[in-house]
């Protein structure tokens, strides 16, 4: 959706370069460009921070232009000077514009260094508002709905993995799992920063959160296990043929330390992903 979003944006700018007769378009696509984002929020920050940063390399670009315009040794110090600055008040993504900028203006042999500088502020700023526009109104970003699918496919894998470890004897492969938890987690930081889409409910963040400790804890669990030999005790085995469906037929009995440890890692995988399903049926 980011690519068909950005083109929507470049379209746009074109449209509205051409209504308001501006010169240099280009630096109006190059601001929507640079500006979409993923989420909501964070197209909002940086478009905010791009926007300062357009501001801030016209500046420096004027003063650099006044000592001595189109001078390559100066472009290179202002590029050192504005990467710098731009990293020290953590406008990290606003260094390309704020470069782009600069040395537009530096290289400029046509107009007024003070209109040309002008121009170009308010052609990138076209840009960013568009952009961040777009991604607010076209395709909005559901980060919820993408954590929900990928829970859905991750109780169905802990079944599939649970029953080819109970049934066929073949050892948990956590590697997909893993992928998918940090997935999910990385979907779950956006959601939470996310204040301007209207999407956040302080429910289903909660149901998020208790799901997000539930895949740890079973992530965990499973870990535990991959270090002893399988040993399931009845009762162990009556929990995976009630909440599973699986037969047990090879139980034993034990006082054996290592056993009972064994056995309680198994109850507490099943009995979290029971709950995993519970809240899966809230619908976040």
């Not at 909002?44 to 501001?55: E, F």
């Not at 500046?59 to 731009?86: A, C, K, R």
């Amino acid at each position: 959706m980011r690519n068909i979003k950005t083109a929507i944006s470049v379209v746009i700018c074109i449209i509205i370069s051409n209504i308001l007769n501006l010169n240099n378009p280009i630096f109006v696509i190059i601001g929507a460009i640079v500006s979409m984002q993923g989420s909501i929020n964070e197209s909002y920050k940086s478009g905010i921070n791009r926007i300062l940063g357009t501001v801030f390399g016209a500046m420096v670009g004027m003063l650099f232009y006044q000592i001595s315009p189109n001078n390559t040794l100066l472009i290179g110090l202002g590029t050192i000077f504005i990467i710098h600055i731009n990293n020290k008040l953590k406008w990290n993504k606003s260094i390309v514009i704020t470069l782009i900028v600069f040395c537009s203006i530096m290289l400029n042999t046509e107009e007024n260094v003070f209109v040309y500088s002008a121009f170009r502020v308010i052609d990138t700023t076209i840009g960013i508002i568009v952009a961040f526009t777009v991604n607010l109104l076209v395709f909005r970003p559901k980060h919820k709905e993408k954590i929900s699918t990928i829970l859905e496919h991750l109780i169905s894998y802990l079944d599939k993995e649970l029953y080819e470890y109970f049934v066929l004897n073949i050892p948990f492969e956590l590697k997909e799992y893993s992928g998918k938890l940090n997935e999910i987690n990385q979907s779950y930081e956006i959601y939470k920063s996310e204040f301007l889409s209207g999407e956040k409910n302080y429910k289903e963040e909660e149901l998020i959160i208790k799901s997000l400790m539930l895949l740890d804890e079973i992530y965990h669990n499973i870990n535990i296990i991959q270090n002893f030999d399988k040993q399931i005790s009845k009762s162990t085995a009556n929990i995976i043929k009630k909440h599973l469906e699986i037969d047990i037929y090879n139980t034993i009995s034990s006082d054996d330390d290592l056993f009972m440890v064994y056995n309680y890692h198994i109850k507490n995988i099943i009995f979290d992903l029971v709950k995993l399903k519970e809240l899966q049926g809230y619908n976040l």
